[in-house]
Structures are given as structure tokens and as C-alpha cells.
């Protein structure tokens, strides 16, 4: 989120302080600059302090009246960029870099200037050649910096300015500044909480368990065997209430409603579970650096689809301009869409948790919605919704070379709400093309629904007079290919 700012005009700033801080307290505001701070350089920063604010400041050095001041929020990183100031123009320099920003920028460039009435023309000239030189310094130096001039320009006379500002602000911007505003809200509103976790602790492992086996470990360590065997025996009776615990509450129900689950917790609570190794591959005997393995991972993953030219736009038919409009989601039907993700559902790039999309599904219903038609009104997806974080999953152990692991793309929790309507929409209009033998990827269908099919085929057929006889000469063709592949050593199936 970009920080706020402040513009005064203080015609002397060090009797009004008291009037500042007062402001200051009441408006949270990030920066405050400050026009016409008449101070000298006899006035120490001590004097001029005010908590949880950085000073800068530049006084006019011949003359009275005039300067520059600012105050900076002091959890902003900041630096005064002197080499960019004129001394013959009363301007101030600043780089920022936010905590958070939207997404193209990587920081901020503030100048605050001060342009005294009065001035002759030439000066006007000089002033703004000077600023306009000095942004494109900047931007050639900084190109994913914004910059932001603000002041007290009282009759300056300027060119190239910009009137206003778009009013159609592209998807990308949309969906940078919801993400930005939501992850800022989740930190204030619902602040983190770091807690110590180890790879070997079983679900029921509790602080007030831990702290059993601590006290034990400082008896062992102090020599003293009764006290350490007296908790020894409380921290196993400890351990064993809770599993019982644990089962009854959490893994009981499980074997009924869903085995897999329960089988997995069994395994946990026996100690039979093992946690996927992770993954390391050797070059000439020795073993490559994590960032040298994620690069040649990356590479592996592109060389799949190398031989395969890319597709020519030119030679397709071309659909623009469509003759019907482009879908509108209502609030609606993107709160049913949030309500339906499964909050355990690992996060993407963004870093935004499901399970809080979820939860604030009726809240957010709307910009997200608002998102979603930006963006199936002008044919874009977001830049940021094309990302992925990519897992790459082992398919034997240990894996030998890249071939071994299957990358899992992880996408992002929004990406997959327009993807899941987008992907509805074009099913609807397939399905009269779709073959009804047709049983994987569609929904209500399965592997279960194509072995009823085809037995429901052979029994209609064996029913039918004279049908007995070649279903005995398909199954004689099937027993005859399989002993063939069994001496050939070969697939059954590719026989």
C-alpha cells in the first residue's frame, strides 16, 4: 500500500510544532512535508523532534523565509539522496521502500520543492528543466520507481503535466491493489503469531507436555535420578492420556466417513509415517547447491514441450469482436464460488490463505467479483494470477535425476475461482460435441461409470442371439496376447 502524505505550507514551522504533533496524532499520516519552515541553521533537530517520526530538512541559506522540512514515519526505510538536490533550488530528494507496495514498483521517489512567487521567467525555465532532467536520471537509474513531486509551486510555470489520471484502470491494477489492501488488513487486523514447531512432533504434543519433558531433561542433567524418574513416569502417562485423547476426539470418527485419513493418522500415532526426504541431486559425485537444483529443475520442466513449435496466432480464425457480450458474474455467484474452496488448500505466490478468502467470502464477494469481470470484459488475467510456485514431487526414492520428480504447480486461490468459471462456461457449450463414451474430466463421471458400461455392453451382447460366441474368441484373443507379452517381456497391453 502506498504510504500517505501530508503537504503544508508552515510560514514558520518551530512556533506551530505543538500545533503539528496535535495533527499528527489524530491523522495517521506517513509523511508530512513542509513548505516555508523559516528555519535556520542555528535551530538544532533535537528541537524539532517528534516520536516515531524521522526529520530531514533543508534551510535556505541566504535570506529569510523559505525551506523545506519532512517528517518520515520511522518504520519506513528512507534515504536522502543529496546527490540529486540543485543548490540553487530549494527542492529535497527522498527514496522510500515500503514494506508494501504495488506490484510493478520496488520503491518511491519523493521530491519536495518550494518555488518562490515572484521569480523571473528564466528561472521558471531553469527550475523545470532541472526537474524533468532529474526524473529521468532517476527513472534510468530506478526504472520500477514511482515518483511524486509535490510543494508549494506558488506561479511556476510548468509543462507535460499529467491532468488526470485513467479511468480505466487496467485487471493488473485492480487485482496488485485488492491483494495489496487485503494482506495489509490480515496483518493489522489479524497479526501473526510465531510459535516453535519441530519436524518430529505428533499432533498431540502440547507446550505443557513439552515443558513435562524439559523438566525431566534437567533432572537427568542435574544427576537427579528420583526426580527424573518420578517425571519420566508422569510424562509417559501424560503422553499416553493424550493420544487416547487425541484418537477419540479426532481420529474415531475418521474410519468411517473417510479411511484415508484415518489410516494416515494410525501410521502417525504408530510411528510408521515417514515425511517425504527431501530432494538432492548429485553432479560428478558431488551434490549441487539448492539454487543450482531449482535451476535445473526449472530447465527440465521447460525442455518437455522444446520440440513442439509455437502456436502461430495468425493462422487462427479470428472471434473479435464476439457477437455476444462478455459474462457478468453477480456478487452472488462469486460468494458461492469462494464459499465452495477447500480451506486446507495450499496458497500461491501471493502468500493469501484460502482458508481466510473462505471465511470472508461474503465480504469479499464483490471486489473480487468486480475483478473477475475486469477481467473477462477486456480478454486479460492478471500477471500475477499466471504465477506459480512449482513443487517438485518425487516419484521414486531417492530420485536420481530430474526425470524422477513431477512438478506440482500451485497456483493462486483467485486463478482458480476464474478458472472454475471459465472452464464451466466451455464445458456447457461442448458437452452436445462430447462423445457419450467420453468418462475423464467430466463432471458426475468416473473409471466406475466406464467399467459398468462396458459390462453392461458385453452382458447386452451375450444376451443377443449369437453373441456368445465372440465374446469367447475376445477373451481367447486376450489370454493368447497376454502369454505373448509374458514370454516376449513385454506390456500385456502393447501386445
Keep these: 500500500m ?45 528541537l524539532l523532534s517528534m516520536s516515531a517520526f524521522n526529520l530531514f530538512r533543508k534551510d535556505r541559506v541566504a535570506g529569510r523565509g523559505g525551506g523545506i522540512c519532512v517528517y518520515l514515519n520511522n518504520v519506513i526505510p528512507c534515504k536522502r539522496r543529496l546527490d540529486l538536490e540543485n543548490p540553487n533550488f530549494e527542492c529535497l530528494w527522498l527514496t522510500l521502500r515500503p514494506r508494501r507496495l504495488p506490484r510493478p514498483l520496488s520503491g518511491i521517489a519523493i521530491c519536495v520543492v518550494y518555488h518562490p512567487p515572484g521569480r523571473p521567467a528564466d528561472s521558471h525555465k531553469e527550475q523545470n528543466d532541472y526537474l524533468i532532467n532529474t526524473t529521468d536520471r532517476l527513472r534510468n537509474e530506478h526504472p520500477d520507481h514511482g515518483v511524486v513531486l509535490l510543494g508549494d509551486f506558488n506561479d511556476f510555470e510548468c509543462s507535460n503535466l499529467v491532468t488526470h489520471h485513467s479511468l480505466n484502470p487496467s485487471v493488473d491494477d485492480l487485482a496488485s491493489s485488492f491483494i495489496i489492501q487485503l494482506t495489509d488488513a490480515i496483518d493489522r487486523i489479524l497479526p501473526a503469531k510465531t ?17 513435562m519433558i524439559k523438566d525431566q531433561q534437567k533432572a537427568f542433567h542435574s544427576g537427579n535420578i528420583p526426580t527424573w524418574r ?183 486461490c483467485l486463478s482458480k475461482v476464474l478458472e472454475d468459471f471459465v472452464a464451466t462456461w466451455l464445458i456447457d457449450d461442448a458437452k452436445d460435441k462430447i462423445d457419450p463414451n467420453q468418462f475423464g474430466c467430466l463432471k458426475g463421471t468416473s473409471t466406475t461409470y466406464c467399467l459398468l458400461d462396458m459390462i453392461h455392453t458385453w452382458l447386452t451382447y451375450l444376451d443377443s442371439p449369437g453373441g456368445l460366441l465372440p465374446v469367447g474368441l475376445l477373451a481367447q484373443l486376450v489370454e493368447r496376447c497376454t502369454s505373448i507379452a509374458e514370454v516376449s517381456g513385454s506390456n500385456p497391453v502393447q501386445a
Design 230 to 412: 518420578s517425571l519420566k513416569y508422569k510424562v509417559q502417562q501424560e503422553i499416553t492420556k493424550r493420544k487416547k485423547s487425541f484418537y477419540k476426539n479426532k481420529i474415531q470418527n475418521l474410519k468411517k466417513d473417510d479411511c484415508r485419513k484415518w489410516w494416515n493418522f494410525i501410521n502417525q500415532m504408530s510411528g510408521r509415517s515417514e515425511k517425504p526426504s527431501l530432494i538432492s541431486l548429485e553432479r560428478d559425485g558431488k551434490i549441487i547447491s539448492k539454487q543450482e537444483l531449482f535451476k535445473s529443475l526449472n530447465r527440465f520442466d521447460v525442455s518437455v514441450n522444446a520440440d513442439i513449435p509455437p502456436l502461430d496466432s495468425n493462422l487462427l480464425p479470428a472471434f473479435l469482436p464476439a457477437e455476444a457480450e462478455a459474462p457478468f458474474l453477480q456478487p452472488h455467484e462469486g460468494c458461492k464460488k469462494l464459499l465452495a474452496i477447500k480451506a486446507s488448500k495450499a496458497h500461491g505466490p501471493d502468500n493469501l490463505p484460502c482458508r481466510i478468502v473462505k471465511e470472508f467470502a461474503y465480504e469479499l464477494a464483490e471486489p473480487i467479483t468486480t475483478i473477475l469481470n475486469t477481467s473477462l470484459r477486456s480478454g486479460t488475467v492478471p500477471a500475477a494470477w499466471k504465477e506459480s510456485n512449482i513443487i517438485p514431487i518425487p516419484k521414486v526414492h531417492p530420485p536420481m535425476d530430474e526425470g524422477d520428480t513431477r512438478p506440482i504447480s500451485l497456483t493462486l
Design 195 to 211: 510459535i516453535k514447531l519441530h519436524r518430529t512432533d505428533k499432533p498431540w504434543i502440547t507446550p505443557e507436555l513439552k515443558l
Design 2 to 46: 502506498l504510504p500517505s502524505l501530508c503537504l503544508l505550507n508552515a510560514r514558520s514551522l518551530f512556533p506551530k510544532l505543538d500545533e503539528l504533533t496535535a495533527l499528527l496524532a489524530t491523522k495517521p499520516v506517513d509523511l508530512v512535508a513542509i513548505t516555508e519552515s523559516w528555519l535556520r541553521s542555528d535551530i538544532d533537530d533535537s
